[in-house]
C-alpha cells in the first residue's frame, strides 16, 4: 500500500463509522467520479448521474473489505469501472445489441500526419468544447483511458489496476486513442473554420 | 530508427515511458524527421487539450444528497434486518414455549391451546391450518396482525 495514499485514513475514518469521512470522499472524488461515467458510458447518456450515485453507493458497501493493495483513488475507479461494466451489461441485455469487446488488446492504429496548430488559435471555451465533442465519438474505453492517463495523470500500472487489463494494453489503448483522438480534433478543427 | 518504429513509440515517450536506450533513439529520430516530429507534436497538444478540458460541472449538493440518501436507506436496511428477525425468532420460540408449558400443566387442550388466540375466521376455516401450523397474534414489525408461523410436527398436536 502506498503509505502516503492521502485519503486511505479517510476511507479508514469511514470505516469506523466517521459520519463525516464519506462526505470528504465524496467532496473529493464526485467530480471525477462522474467524468469517468461520462467517459464510459457516453456524456450523452441519462444514466451517468444514476450510476455514478451507484458507485458511491458501493463504495460505501464495500470500503470495509479495501485491503490497501492499491491506492484509494485506484480502488476507487476500479469500483467506478465495474459498476459502469455492470450498467453496460444492463444496457446491452435490455437492448439486445452486440456485446463491445472493451477490454482485449488492440492492435496499434497508425497516427495520422495532422497538426493541430490551428487549436492554438481558439478560445478556451472553443477548445474545450471541441475536445468534449471529440472525445464524445471515441469508443468508452479510449475515453477511459485518456481520461485516467492525461486528466487524472494516473500511471500505466494505476490503469491497469483499476481497468483489470495488463500494462501492454494501457500502452497499446493509449496509442489509438490519442491517434483516434487526434483525427477527431483535426476533423472537427477544420470543420470550424470559415 | 526508422519511422515505422518511432510511430509506435511515440505516445509512450510522450509519456515519458521508454527505456532510456529507446527513448534516446526516438529523440533523434525526431530531430531528423519532420513528419514524425509533427506527429509527436499532434500528441503533445491532444494531451494538452485533454489535460486543459473543463468538463460539464455537477450540483453537487443534490448529487451528495441523493448519494446519502441512498446511502443511508441502504444503511438502514442492512441494520433493520438482523434484529427484526432475532426479535421474530424470540418472539416465536417465547409463545411456542408457552404453549408447551399449558400443555404440560394439563389444564388445557390441544384445541383450546390453539383457539387461545384471536383467529380470524376466514384463516380458521384454511383445511390444514392447525396440522403443523399455528396462528400467533403478534406485531411483526411491519404491521401488527395475524402470523401464521410453521411449528414443529408435535408441538401443536401434543405429540
Same mark, same amino acid.
Given at each position: ?24 470522499? @465524496? ?8 467524468? %469517468? ?8 447518456? @441519462? ?8 458507485? /458511491? ?8 473489505? /479495501?485491503?490497501?493493495?492499491? +491506492?484509494?483513488? +485506484? ?9 459502469? !461494466? ?8 435490455? +437492448? ?11 492492435? *496499434? ?9 490551428? *487549436? ?9 468544447? %471541441?475536445?468534449?465533442?471529440? *472525445?464524445? !465519438? %471515441? ?34 489503448? %493509449? ?9 477527431? @480534433?483535426? +476533423? ?7 | ?7 509506435? #513509440? $511515440? ?5 515519458? &515511458?521508454? =527505456? ?7 529523440? #533523434?529520430?525526431? &530531430? ?6 509533427? #506527429?509527436?507534436?499532434? $500528441? ?46 424470540? $418472539? ?5 414455549? =408457552? ?50 408461523? &410453521? ?9
Amino acid at each position: 500500500m502506498a503509505a502516503d495514499d492521502p485519503d486511505a485514513p479517510l476511507l479508514r475514518a469511514h470505516v469506523r463509522g466517521d459520519p463525516q469521512a464519506f462526505g470528504d470522499l @465524496l467532496d473529493r472524488y464526485r467530480s471525477r467520479i462522474l467524468h %469517468l461515467v461520462r467517459c464510459r458510458v457516453g456524456a450523452g447518456s @441519462l444514466w451517468v448521474e444514476d450510476v455514478a450515485q451507484d458507485v /458511491f453507493v458501493q463504495v460505501h458497501r464495500k470500503a470495509g473489505t /479495501f485491503e490497501g493493495r492499491s +491506492t484509494v483513488k +485506484t480502488w476507487l475507479y476500479a469500483v467506478a469501472i465495474n459498476v459502469c !461494466r455492470d450498467h453496460q451489461r444492463h444496457q446491452r441485455r435490455a +437492448t439486445q445489441a452486440a456485446p463491445v469487446p472493451v477490454d482485449s488488446v488492440e492492435p *496499434l492504429a497508425d497516427l495520422t500526419d495532422t497538426s493541430l496548430d490551428p *487549436l492554438e488559435q481558439l478560445e478556451q471555451q472553443e477548445r474545450d468544447r %471541441l475536445v468534449r465533442d471529440a *472525445l464524445d !465519438r %471515441l469508443s468508452p474505453a479510449h475515453r477511459t483511458v485518456l481520461y485516467m492517463r492525461d486528466h487524472e495523470d494516473m500511471s500505466y500500472e494505476q490503469i491497469a489496476d483499476a481497468l483489470a487489463v495488463p500494462v501492454g494494453t494501457v500502452r497499446s489503448r %493509449l496509442h489509438n486513442a490519442r491517434a483516434a483522438l487526434a483525427d477527431a @480534433l483535426a +476533423t472537427r478543427v477544420r470543420g470550424s473554420q470559415p | 530508427m526508422n519511422c515505422a518504429d518511432a510511430v509506435v #513509440r $511515440l505516445s509512450a515517450a510522450l509519456d515519458g &515511458d521508454l =527505456a532510456a536506450d529507446d527513448a534516446g533513439d526516438v529523440r #533523434r529520430h525526431l &530531430d531528423t524527421c519532420e513528419a514524425c516530429a509533427r #506527429r509527436y507534436r499532434t $500528441l503533445q497538444q491532444v494531451r494538452t487539450a485533454v489535460r486543459a478540458a473543463s468538463f460539464a460541472p455537477v450540483d453537487a449538493q443534490r448529487f451528495d444528497a441523493r448519494v446519502l440518501e441512498r446511502v443511508h436507506r441502504d444503511g438502514r436496511a442492512t441494520r433493520v434486518s438482523g434484529p427484526l428477525m432475532a426479535a421474530a425468532a424470540a $418472539l416465536v420460540i417465547a409463545v411456542s414455549s =408457552a404453549v408447551l408449558m399449558l400443555q404440560e400443566h394439563g389444564g388445557v387442550t390441544q384445541r383450546s391451546a390453539v383457539e387461545s388466540v384471536a383467529v380470524p375466521s376466514a384463516l380458521a376455516e384454511v383445511p390444514g391450518l392447525y396440522e403443523g401450523r399455528a396462528l400467533l397474534g403478534m406485531d411483526c414489525g411491519l404491521a401488527t396482525g395475524t402470523c401464521i408461523v &410453521d411449528a414443529p410436527p408435535g408441538l401443536i398436536a401434543g405429540n
